[in-house]
């Protein structure tokens, strides 16, 4: 296993969750750690937890929907994300343009 945070920037990632079977695709913009798990971001009102694929994702052309970043401003964080910031963290957010 790479322990080197920086080892996957621009490579796309799919979360896949076990309760309404959705998946996203990610991609890393920045340096820095992502979680094995989130809440579904796949399915409106979905309650399940989407788990990573560990970057296991042979066609790396694919379009990515949502994005890890590190955040320039800290003020509107909640203590937790600027705990996860400070830890090394990556934040996921809509992917901002179009990433293939």
Not at 60 to 76: C, D, I, N
């Amino acid at each position: 296993m790479n322990d080197d945070p920086g080892a996957f920037t621009n490579r796309k990632n799919i979360y896949v969750c076990k309760t309404c079977a959705g998946h996203i695709v990610t991609v890393d913009v920045d340096k820095g750690a992502t979680p094995f798990m989130v809440d579904c971001q796949a399915t409106p009102g979905c309650k399940g937890m989407m788990r990573s694929s560990f970057y296991r994702v042979f066609d790396q052309s694919m379009k990515a929907g949502f994005e890890w970043y590190r955040p320039t401003a800290l003020q509107h964080l909640s203590t937790g994300e600027r705990a996860h910031v400070d830890k090394g963290g990556l934040l996921l957010r809509s992917a901002r343009q179009e990433t293939t």
